[in-house]
T-cell receptor, first 113, second 110 residues
Framework: KAGVTQTPRYLIKTRGQQVTLSCSPISGHRSVSWYQQTPGQGLQFLFEYFSETQRNKGNFPGRFSGRQFSNSRSEMNVSTLELGDSALYLC????????????FGSGTRLTVV | QKEVEQNSGPLSVPEGAIASLNCTYSDRGSQSFFWYRQYSGKSPELIMFIYSNGDKEDGRFTAQLNKASQYVSLLIRDSQPSDSATYLC??????????FGQGTELSVKP
């Protein structure tokens, strides 16, 4: 059974650019969440999508956005990148929500220079 | 007050001992509780989840929940060097949103 797949694994962008990260959940999982992990702030919730609808949103600026497609794949977009956006971005999927917890992907390491 | 609090550690235990990891949370409406393990450079891996007060055992791991005290713990029996990692407590009170603690670094010495 394939796990949660995130692409790309590593990304280097320049301040002011935008970036799109991709996440393919485990087959049959309809809920996809995104998290940002930094040494100082730890794991912080960005948003959750379920059946193509954003169900929950964290406290991040509007530069952070996402979407989910009909096949449950999800993308996250960050516009006007700032140095502080450098982080590990983790995607996690679950069949319906948090009933049995989320399975995380390997993450995308974003470096903004 | 942080929503989910954990001692950052490092917590150091000898091989074969019991490691006890603790977590407190602030929202009394929290419904489900999770423990994740994260090795350095890797993504979090779900170890256990618990919903009801009391103990839940899975192999060498036992999760304990006390909703009245807003307290969750994870016991690791017969600790092994391979258990050395950061342990993250996560709490759910709103749909698919997990609130994570900062994590406790565990070091098991041979």
């Amino acid at each position: 059974k394939a796990g949660v797949t995130q692409t790309p694994r590593y990304l280097i962008k320049t301040r002011g650019q935008q970036v799109t990260l991709s996440c393919s959940p485990i087959s049959g999982h309809r809920s996809v969440s995104w998290y940002q992990q930094t040494p100082g702030q730890g794991l912080q919730f960005l948003f959750e999508y379920f059946s193509e609808t954003q169900r929950n949103k964290g406290n991040f600026p509007g530069r952070f956005s996402g979407r989910q497609f009909s096949n449950s794949r999800s993308e996250m977009n960050v516009s006007t990148l700032e140095l502080g956006d450098s982080a590990l971005y983790l995607c996690a999927s679950s069949r319906t929500g948090t009933s049995y917890g989320y399975t995380f992907g390997s993450g995308t390491r974003l470096t903004v220079v | 007050q942080k929503e989910v609090e954990q001692n950052s550690g490092p917590l150091s235990v000898p091989e074969g001992a019991i490691a006890s990891l603790n977590c407190t949370y602030s929202d009394r409406g929290s419904q489900s509780f999770f423990w994740y393990r994260q090795y350095s450079g890797k993504s979090p891996e779900l170890i256990m989840f618990i919903y009801s007060n009391g103990d839940k055992e899975d192999g060498r791991f036992t999760a304990q929940l006390n909703k009245a005290s807003q307290y969750v713990s994870l016991l690791i029996r017969d600790s092994q060097p391979s258990d050395s990692a950061t342990y993250l407590c996560a709490v759910n009170n709103q749909g698919g949103k997990l609130i994570f603690g900062q994590g406790t670094e565990l070091s098991v010495k041979p």
